[in-house]
């Protein structure tokens, strides 16, 4: 059974840093390219980046762009991102997603984890 | 920067028909996905490259793409269907993923 799970969230002021992870299990994690998307409260969702499988390529929301850094440990079938200089509308629940297939649906989520950015 | 429009909602009395649509300048060139949210849980895919059905995503969930306009029906409508809906494609010139903002369907 393919299961993501999102960790690291939490409280932190503006300005702050945290590092989201997401532990995946029930696949070869290291054949897959992986996304990172958020939510915040009462919003709608937002997409906010993409590793390749590898690790050798990625992307990111213009919204994120120099500030958040999405990385992985295939040997510890874990996905990341590192969240620098944080501001309160960062603030959503952010869910790691599989990509299913060449036109990037993601095909299996994480149950999120909350992000507050608030002084 | 690509941008997905969707109706804010959609209302549909039981064992009726509802349509979602999903607006982008020639969508219909792209592969569309939908996902089904409900309150307080994680996003499931429910139609990927514009009309395939995942696994367990009963026959009622169908889905098609043309020239502007991609849309997701459901038929039959029931109950359990009243959830927020995503459309969502991958942007390959800007390399960017882009959400429409999402229908809220209400069962009446």
């Known amino acids: 059974e393919v299961q993501l799970v999102e960790s690291g969230g939490g409280l932190v002021q503006p300005g702050g840093s945290l590092r989201l992870s997401c532990a995946a299990s029930?696949?070869?994690?290291?054949?897959?390219?992986m996304h990172w998307v958020r939510q915040a409260p009462g919003k709608g969702l937002v997409w906010v980046s993409r590793?390749?499988?590898?690790?050798?390529?990625?992307s990111y929301a213009d919204s994120v762009k120099g500030r958040f850094t999405i990385s992985r440990d295939n040997a510890k079938n874990t996905l990341y991102l590192q969240m620098n200089s944080l501001r309160a509308e960062d603030t959503a629940v952010y869910y790691c997603?599989?990509?299913?297939?060449?036109?990037?649906?993601?095909?299996?989520w994480g149950q999120g984890t909350l992000v507050t950015v608030s002084s | 920067s690509y941008v997905l429009t969707q109706p804010p909602s959609v209302s549909v009395a039981p064992g009726k028909t509802a349509r979602i649509t999903c607006g982008g300048n020639?969508?219909?060139?792209?592969?569309v996905h939908w996902y089904q949210q409900k309150p307080g849980q994680a996003p499931v895919l429910v139609i990927y490259?514009?009309?395939d059905r995942p696994s367990g995503i009963p026959e009622r969930f169908s889905g098609s793409n043309s020239g502007n306009t991609a849309t997701l029906t459901i038929s039959r409508v029931e109950a359990g269907d009243e959830a927020d809906y995503y459309c969502?494609?991958?942007?390959?010139?800007?390399?960017?993923?882009?959400f429409g903002g999402g229908t809220k369907l209400t069962v009446l």
């Open positions: 997603a599989r990509e299913g297939g060449i036109a990037a649906d993601f095909d299996y």
């Open positions: 029930g696949f070869t994690f290291s054949s897959y390219w």
């Open positions: 590793i390749n499988s590898d690790g050798s390529s990625t």
């Open positions: 020639n969508i219909g060139s792209k592969s």
């Open positions: 490259y514009d009309s």
């Open positions: 969502q494609v991958w942007d390959s010139s800007s390399d960017l993923g882009v």
